[in-house]
């Protein structure tokens, strides 16, 4: 077989949101760029992930650094909205319906009390709803609601149409794309090469390591210099309204799940979060729990048309927060980003495409480094709450 070779100055390992926002990032700072998708583009865990753009809603006790990197990419979202569909010509599927996480029950009203503290110590927008006032907010909720938090400016992106407007903003922006290639093979350099499954050989200046959950397994790394990535299954349910009528116009978070409208109808009902492996199947006890905490929350869902079920693979990571920075040679890591990588996406791509740049970022990356694991198994946070992305 005749070997073509192709020089640039990025090459980008991975077709998901954070691969291809990377990817565009760095095409609008004059950069040649090549994404390498061994598949097709978006068909990791976005192709199932809800898109909650939440950095209130996923605070949690002991992530400061991540909260701050989590509002940071937050307030980055409506400019990079925008800017994307101006690129793109296509839409993200971007709105800011805001949260709505409600208690039903003396427990869970005593967490949802321990959350709102965490947003209070760290002044975020949330206030505390009586069960009236939530449910002025959203009158579906069931009669037996206790009360609630509400995050007025949280919201979602769509991510299949995130990812579709991401790369047709990287075609656009005169990058180009790969489907159907698999790196099998890379020198991490400088200069860096990979060899893809097809035997070709492609060099460039960087490369990006975006691979989700599957960075974890990058064999053409030494196994110490892996990032510490693991699989982390989510289980998440579609419904459908009939007959025009919505079930809610919020995201409604409750303790076990939460539920995201889209504005043609649909409602994204979510998610489970185990600890499988590559393990990809929809169970039966997972869709159940989905369907019985979304009846017990807003009991009208029962009446929704059930159109689709799926299980996808989170990026998870020892402390949940994202590994972003310098690998080896030339190679920049952007992965584990958990349950985050829609909200996270304009975040990392603005570091990356910095650091490819020759360009401290503005966003301290120390405590994302990928050496911050040294001695540490890669499975060690336990799961959060099932109310999560
Ligand atoms: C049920 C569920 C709900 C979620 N909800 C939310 C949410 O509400 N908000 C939020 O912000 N995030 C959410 N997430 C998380 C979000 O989907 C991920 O963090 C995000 O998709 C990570 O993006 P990525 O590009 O790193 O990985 P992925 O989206 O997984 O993409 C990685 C890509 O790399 C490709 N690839 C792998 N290996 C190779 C190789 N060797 N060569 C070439 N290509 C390769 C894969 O085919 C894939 O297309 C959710 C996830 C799940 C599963």
């Not at 169970?283 to 807003?298: I, K």
Request: proline content about 7%; glycine content about 12%; some cysteine.
């Amino acid at each position: 077989m005749s070997e073509r070779r192709e020089r640039f100055d990025v090459l980008v390992v991975g077709g998901g949101p954070i691969g291809l926002a990377c990817a565009w990032t760095a095409l609008r700072r004059g950069l040649s760029v090549c994404v390498l998708e061994r598949d097709k583009v978006g068909s990791g865990a976005s192709d199932v992930a809800a898109g909650m753009l939440a950095p209130v809603g996923e605070a949690s006790w002991g992530e400061e650094s991540l909260l701050e990197l989590n509002l940071a990419s937050h307030a980055l979202w409506p400019a990079f909205a925008e800017e994307l569909r101006d690129a793109s010509g296509m839409d993200p599927g971007y709105s800011r319906s805001g949260a709505l996480h409600v208690a039903l029950d003396r427990d869970e009203t005593e967490e949802l009390r321990r959350q709102h503290e965490l947003h209070r110590e760290h002044d975020l927008e949330s206030e505390w709803l009586t069960a009236s006032a939530c449910r002025e907010l959203e009158p579906g909720l069931a009669p037996r609601l206790a009360g609630g938090v509400f995050v007025p400016h949280e919201g979602a992106a769509d991510p299949r149409a995130l990812v579709a407007s991401l790369a047709a903003a990287v075609r656009v922006g005169g990058g180009s794309i790969e489907e159907g290639v698999e790196v099998v093979r890379a020198d991490t350099g400088p200069p860096c090469s990979v060899r893809t499954a097809d035997g070709r050989e492609r060099s460039a200046e960087h490369l990006v390591l975006a691979t989700g959950c599957h960075s974890g397994q990058t064999e053409w790394l030494d196994p110490g210099e892996r990032p510490r990535v693991r699989p982390v299954k989510g289980e998440i349910v579609t419904l459908r309204e009939r007959g025009g009528e919505r079930v809610c116009s919020r995201i409604v978070v409750g303790d076990r799940l939460y539920m995201v409208p889209r504005p043609d109808g649909r409602l994204l009902v979510g998610a489970t979060v185990e600890e499988k492996g590559f393990d990809t199947t929809v169970t039966a006890g997972g869709v159940h729990e989905l369907l019985r905490e979304s009846y017990r929350t807003l009991p009208e869902t029962a009446e929704m048309e059930l159109v689709e079920i799926r299980a996808g693979l989170r990026p998870g990571t020892p402390d949940n927060a994202p590994i972003l920075g310098w690998g080896p040679g030339a190679v920049v890591f952007a992965t584990g980003h958990f349950r985050n990588g829609i909200l996270l996406a304009p975040a990392t791509a603005d570091a990356v495409a910095a650091l490819v740049s020759g360009e401290a970022p503005a966003i301290d990356l120390r405590p994302f480094s990928p050496g911050r694991f040294a001695g540490t198994p890669a499975v060690a946070a336990a799961p959060g709450p099932g109310g999560s992305g």
